[in-house]
């Protein structure tokens, strides 16, 4: 340790030891009162990994050679690993027998390639995590469940093992508890202990940001609202503005304000800015009196009956719309609803990371079959609604290196707070879902893919068509998506009647679609046909540099056109404002 280093404060880390002591002890008692009261841990199989893995383990005793033979290729990968390091502990240099996968951030820290020893176990580490991903992969005969369920939780194992996991194999952390004399290590156990206490990994420092404050700070008014929605329109920014309203869908399994975080990435200020007249719906954090409400309810209560409120607001019969995820999902039920009830008040549509079809679900499939729908529905029935945090520790798992196992570093082995940062804000602050409507749409869209099928939904009385939507329509998805694969959400694209123009930009869910023409990143492909297989509309495809919000603002200009009208203020319509944006539904956790 350096001389310039100050030495550990002793006052401080009895503080920290008291702080840790105290957690302690209270969670120790909780934890016994629980297990007294017979609400201990529950060992069954709800997530059929046990079964999955057996089935596993017969086909691999079936062909005992395949397991030899991945044994023998680990063991040569391993000596050559063994002679390079040595060959670099005696000074001299050596080729990687095995390095990180683009993006893999567990190892950028330089010390994982300068110093042999720690380079040694990352390679070692990544030898074994693909000769087991690989033997894995190479057993036949299993069902295709079982098949993507055991590849799945494989990678959540071999994640879970990584040497960046751990205090003495992660050369960063042995280093910070040299330098602090262990004090990141009590900081750590602290901040665990806080995290136990409030149900779930911090992933920023949610002090830091505040609804109103500094994230959803648009100016606009509640002019609506219903017992699931409010309709929040959005102040001008310019002094003419396109006739037609622009009116947003967003999911409801986190709270609308992704689509206005903060000034520079706000989708909502950027609309306003191009001369849109913007309204969001804002949905409930549902509770136990919304438990009965169904997937028709949304539809009802939200994006139709917004519709009537807008109409009343501007006098405009005819609104472009836009759904993000769930919201784009409900958005294209809404219009085959509205096709078979010849309701001509959409003019476009425009669909976020949507899926139509869910014939490739993707890595959610694994959590969805029916059995666990079973088990989902009977916690559910409990209290009437699925817990928002546990939706949320689902989709986690879905990048556990980048939103759990990084956190688990930074947090607990290097003692930090984490860093403020406002779509991990956004991502924390989840919402319940009501069980009625959270059972149909699992059963109906994951499970049946009935969506997709002409008559194969009823909403309020009426069979529903996607093929009977004619009007223009634009999809856009980000093509390292995880919660919903651009292939999928490309079929989607080819269901519609009408003009559809699909896009794919650059990295995730999220990132990929809060992509501001101003930070210059990702860039995204488009191509004007539309071809039967999402791998030849790639292959046609043309890159653009920049944001893919330059090409909706072209195509949505296009279909405006000319005709535009003095802005519009919240409030001085037919509906008055109710209350300041962002609404009274959005604080409630």
């Known amino acids: 340790m350096s001389a310039a280093q100050p030495s550990p404060d002793p006052a401080h880390s009895a503080k920290l030891f008291a702080d840790v002591a105290e957690r302690s002890s209270r969670l120790m008692g909780e934890f016994l009162q629980r297990q007294a009261a017979g609400k201990g841990l529950d060992y ?5 990994i046990v079964r999955a893995f057996g089935d596993l ?46 993006g893999d951030n567990r190892f950028r820290e330089p010390d994982w390639e300068d110093l042999f020893l720690f380079d040694y176990f990352k390679q070692s580490y990544l030898i074994a995590a693909r000769h087991l991903q690989d033997t894995v992969a190479s057993v ?4 295709e469940e079982t098949r993507k369920k055991v590849a799945f939780y494989t990678r959540q194992y071999i994640d879970a093992l990584s ?26 156990l602290n901040n665990l ?11 920023t420092d949610e002090k830091a940001f505040k609804v109103g404050v500094n994230v959803a700070t648009t100016p606009g008014k509640v002019v609506f609202q219903t017992d699931l929605m409010q309709l929040i329109q959005y102040a001008p920014s310019t002094a003419t503005v396109f006739r037609q309203p622009l009116l947003v869908i967003p999911p409801w399994i986190n709270k609308y ?49 917004a519709l009537d409120a807008i109409g009343r607001a501007t006098g405009e019969t005819r609104v472009n719309l836009v759904g993000y995820c769930l919201g784009g999902t409900l958005l294209g039920a809404m219009l085959a609803w509205m096709a078979a009830k010849k309701d001509a008040r959409a003019a476009s549509a425009t669909f976020f990371a949507s899926l139509l079809d869910f014939s490739i679900p993707g890595e959610l499939g694994v959590f969805i079959d029916e059995a666990q729908v079973e088990n989902l529905e009977r916690r559910m029935g409990e209290r009437g609604y699925l817990e928002g945090s546990e939706m949320a520790a689902t989709f986690n798992m879905l990048r556990a290196n980048d939103l759990v196992w990084s956190f688990v570093v930074n947090n607990y082995l290097l003692g930090r707070d984490p860093f403020p940062f406002d779509l991990l804000y ?98 995204y492909w488009t ?61 409630v956790r």
């Open 257 to 305: 304000y992704v689509l206005d975080l903060r000034e520079k990435n706000s989708f909502v200020r950027w609309a306003l800015s191009e001369g849109h007249t913007v309204f969001v719906v804002s949905w409930v954090n549902p509770g136990e009196g919304q438990s009965g409400k169904a997937f028709e309810d949304y539809m009802l209560e939200g994006p139709l009956a």
């Open 57 to 102: 383990t017969a086909r691999m005793l079936a062909e005992p050679w395949k397991l030899a033979e991945m044994q023998t290729k680990m063991f040569w990968d391993q000596v050559a690993l063994w002679q390079s390091t040595m060959l670099r502990a005696l000074g001299g240099s050596a080729a990687p027998v095995a390095e990180p996968s683009k």
């Open 44 to 48: 069954s199989d709800e997530f059929g």
């Open 193 to 203: 202990l806080a995290d136990i206490e409030r149900g779930g990994i911090s992933m």
């Open 163 to 188: 040497p960046s996991n751990f205090a003495l194999t992660n050369p960063q952390v042995l280093r910070e508890t040299l330098q602090s004399g262990g004090q990141n290590l009590l900081r750590g």
């Open 140 to 143: 036949g005969g299993l069902p």
């Open 527 to 587: 191509n004007e046909a539309l071809p039967e297989s999402a791998e030849a509309w790639q292959a046609q495809a043309a890159r653009h540099d920049g944001s893919w919000w330059n090409d909706w603002r072209e195509w949505i200009a296009r279909l405006n056109g000319s005709d535009r009208v003095p802005a519009r203020t919240p409030g001085d319509g037919a509906l008055p404002a109710i209350e300041d944006a962002p609404g009274s539904y959005v604080s």
């Open 426 to 523: 956004w991502n924390s602050d989840s919402t319940r879902m009501p069980a009625k409507m959270h059972s149909f749409y699992l059963r109906n869209m994951y499970l049946g893919n009935r969506l997709k099928e002409a008559g194969g939904i009823v909403l309020a009385g009426i069979p529903i068509d996607l093929r009977k939507i004619a009007l223009p329509a634009y999809f856009v998805s980000p093509v390292e998506d995880h919660i919903a694969p651009w292939k999928s959400t490309y079929l989607g694209a080819r269901l519609l009647s009408g003009p559809a123009r699909f896009v794919l930009g650059g990295s995730g869910h999220i990132a990929g679609i809060i992509n501001p023409p101003s930070s210059g990143k990702y860039g």
